[in-house]
């Protein structure tokens, strides 16, 4: 199985501020990659596939770059609607899910 | 606008079997970009996929349940549905249906709310 890592878990941060998390995958995985944003008590919302291209609607402060085994997500000018919990998910073989990383207010 | 809705018991036995079933309203289940997804989130926990099923009938299930896992369609009902047996409190979870779509490389782009089960005696 590929093993998805997100780090860091936890990032306590400002608006304002300019957020990176990254995500590795235990083998290649070219750009079979998605992010999303999940907020307590809610589903899932997906803000990025194909590992950097954004979905309708998202604004255009969220941004994904990568391919192979390393992937970031970057916020650049965190909201307040931002502070959620973000999870990246590979889709090469067997889809998984990264441990998630919450983004907390600093 | 598609919309997905899940449906089924909140509350399950241990050993007993877990019967979801997801509802599409505002699109049609017979596309063939489509795909219908189970995901499940054990409390405080990170997310798990579960399976898919295509309308086609084709499946592809996590390796970590595909023993305990079936997912079927009823395209008449324009349904897709989550079959779980023996299952113990680790299946304790908020279950989540999902679309994923093939020029999205697969992303999930529609979710249902969610509904929480807990297998309790």
């Known amino acids: 199985d590929i093993q998805m890592t997100q780090s860091p878990s936890t990032l306590s941060a400002s608006v304002g501020d300019r957020v990176t998390i990254t995500c590795r995958a235990s083998?290649?995985?070219?750009?079979?990659l998605a992010w999303y944003q999940q907020k307590p008590g809610k589903a899932p919302k997906l803000l990025i596939y194909?590992?950097?291209t954004l979905e309708s609607g998202v604004p255009s402060r969220f941004s994904g770059s990568g391919s192979g085994t390393e992937f970031t997500l970057t916020i650049s000018s965190l909201q307040p609607d931002d502070f959620a919990t973000y999870y990246c998910q590979q889709f090469s073989s067997y889809w998984t899910f990264g441990q998630g990383t919450k983004v907390e207010i600093k | 606008q598609v919309q997905l809705q899940e449906s089924g018991p909140g509350l399950v036995k241990p050993s007993q079997t877990l019967s979801l079933t997801c509802s599409i309203s505002?699109?049609?289940?017979?596309?063939?970009?489509?795909?219908w997804n189970w995901i499940r989130q054990r409390p405080g926990k990170g997310l798990e996929w579960i399976g898919y099923i295509h309308y086609s009938g084709s499946t592809y299930y996590n390796p970590s349940l595909k023993s305990r896992v079936t997912i079927s369609v009823d395209m008449s009902k324009s349904q897709f549905s989550l079959r779980l047996i023996s299952i113990t409190a680790a299946d304790t979870a908020v279950y989540y249906c999902?679309?994923?779509?093939?020029?999205?490389?697969?992303?999930?782009?529609?979710w249902g709310r969610g509904t929480t089960v807990t297998v309790s005696s």
């Open positions: 505002g699109g049609s289940i017979s596309s063939g970009a489509h795909y």
């Open positions: 999902a679309r994923s779509v093939l020029y999205y490389y697969y992303a999930l782009d529609v």
């Open positions: 083998q290649s995985i070219s750009s079979w």
């Open positions: 194909k590992a950097s």
